[in-house]
């Protein structure tokens, strides 16, 4: 998380200013940094601590069932380092039959950790804590002075352990995951489409153990040359999860709908051609659209910058990515 929301709640009439503030944002309606609390029960849903999730069973020794993973495309936070783990449940099933939503089964668990400057920061935790779809958690886990564990953190913190990064408070988590129907980011078909040579999760494991109920295409490859697969590969993983066309309609914790005219996903329908995808048909050949993407990305105004949360400096290797399949029409 940015210090965005921080700037603007201490503005004089700051709801009303984040309200305007969200409306310019793509015709986005509702709050991107006001979000409804979190609820009790969501809440006692998760530990206190970090050594309490069940990551580690000693310090940095990973539990036996946890296995880390690598998306093909990075989501991009200022420069952060992280490592990504996920536990799935004894013997529980990804539901696969959408392979563009997976839905995962009750008791899996996420993990992220953030490394700024050398020092660990936090670890995120997202877990699916019921049977219905929207059933998730989420919470930042603050590292102590010590680094031997870490505490959960539902009100977030600006510039923590002394490095420029923000964590995000436990309500904001679903301003993103909440954009899609399995609310999970970067542990998926199009992310997970690769042979891993360093023990890493991918689809080929996941189906040879039997996790997911249908397994992937074999050869499921993003299309294009290298500028287009790089273009396509960023903007379904720093975008998509709120720039869609499918938002989930079902309850749960969100912080506002988009009115979405861009769709930047890469959908496994879509992939037969880079004029097939979705980004290609909703972005390329208006001006002004085009336009409004690369002034967005690049800049880090709090009323102009995309994403809006999460970030503090712009991407200047994936602004140079999108904007050089952009220049092509």
């Given at each position: 998380m940015s210090s965005i929301g921080a700037y603007l709640r201490n503005l004089p009439h700051a709801g009303i200013v984040l309200s305007l503030v969200s409306a310019a944002l793509l015709g986005c309606r509702g709050d991107y940094h006001d979000c409804p609390a979190i609820p009790p029960a969501r809440r006692a849903a998760l530990p206190r601590r970090l050594s309490e999730t069940g990551l580690f069973v000693a310090k940095d020794k990973l539990a036996p069932d946890v296995r880390p993973y690598n998306?093909?495309?990075?989501?991009?936070s200022d420069g952060a380092e992280k490592r990504r783990w996920i536990a799935l449940?004894?013997?529980?099933?990804?539901?696969?039959?959408?392979?563009?939503?997976w839905i995962f089964p009750e008791g899996t668990r996420l993990w992220k950790e953030f490394r700024r400057d050398g020092v660990?920061?936090?670890?995120?935790?997202?877990?699916?804590?019921?049977p219905r779809e929207e059933d998730w958690a989420a919470v930042a886990y603050v590292w102590n002075?010590?680094?031997?564990?870490a505490?959960?953190?539902?009100?977030?913190?600006t510039n923590v352990r002394g490095t420029p990064?923000?964590?995000?408070?436990?309500?904001?988590?679903?301003g993103c995951h909440g954009g899609r129907r399995s609310r999970v980011l970067g542990f998926s078909a199009v992310q997970l489409a690769r042979t891993a040579s360093d023990g890493t999760v991918d689809?080929?494991?996941?189906?040879?153990?039997?996790r997911v109920s249908n397994p992937?295409?074999?050869?499921?490859?993003i299309p294009g040359d290298t500028v287009e697969r790089a273009a396509l590969g960023y903007l379904h993983a720093n975008c998509s999860h709120c720039h869609n066309q499918a938002r989930p309609e079902a309850d749960g914790p969100r912080c506002y709908d988009p009115d979405n005219g861009m769709d930047l996903r890469l959908l496994l329908g879509d992939l037969g051609s880079v004029a097939s995808t979705a980004a290609f048909r909703t972005t390329v050949h208006l001006e002004s659209r085009r336009d409004q993407m690369r002034k967005r990305m690049g800049s880090r105004e709090y009323d102009v910058q995309m994403p809006p949360l999460g970030t503090e400096r712009v991407d200047a290797a994936g602004l140079a990515a999108v904007d050089a399949w952009l220049r092509r029409y």
């Open positions: 998306p093909a495309f990075a989501l991009w449940p004894p013997g529980g099933v990804i539901d696969t039959r959408d392979m563009n939503e660990r920061v936090e670890t995120r935790l997202l877990q699916k804590i019921g002075a010590e680094d031997d564990d505490e959960a953190s539902w009100e977030g913190g990064h923000d964590v995000p408070a436990g309500d904001q988590c679903f689809l080929p494991s996941l189906a040879r153990e039997g992937a295409p074999e050869s499921l490859t």
